[in-house]
């Protein structure tokens, strides 16, 4: 997976790269008009060693398959085990709220795991920058 970016800021050893992600309705002809489009903004400060100037054209790269494995974090996994804490507390006869408070407090320990393991994590999902080549 690949997003073109710039380069905003240049640190010792890393950059910070502003990348603008764009729905997959913004190549629509009509997006201007129905307002479903949106695009973000955001900003990566990626460990990099090359040599990189301040509004340097780069793309930012992630490999297909850590791409997919924090989509797996990110997503799917939350979801996976948010359905089988509501099935499971509802077929235990747990009452409504408690069935609620239940899956919030298994979000929140999720997110908390996630927070613990963030460097680790950090690790696997590496990107990297490189330089646009100009026409």
Not at 41 to 70: C, E, M, Q, Y
Not at 74 to 80: F, G, I, K, T
Not at 90 to 106: H, K
Request: charged share 15%; aromatic share 6%; glycine share 4%.
């Amino acid at each position: 997976m690949q997003h073109p970016g710039t380069v905003t800021a240049v640190k010792p050893g890393a950059v910070t790269v502003q990348i603008t992600s764009v729905s997959a309705c913004s190549a629509c002809q009509a997006h201007s008009k129905c307002g479903f489009a949106e695009s973000k903004t955001k900003t990566l400060d990626i460990p990099t060693n090359a040599s990189f100037k301040v509004g340097d054209p780069v793309t930012v790269t992630i490999d297909h398959s850590r791409g997919l494995l924090a989509t797996w974090w990110a997503y799917l996994l939350p979801a996976l085990l948010l359905v089988a804490v509501v099935l499971t507390a509802s077929l235990a006869g747990l009452s409504e709220p408690l069935v609620i408070l239940l899956t919030f407090a298994t979000l929140a320990l999720y997110i908390l795991l996630l927070y613990l393991l963030r460097h680790k994590l950090d690790s696997r999902f590496t990107l990297t920058v490189t330089k646009q080549d100009l026409p």
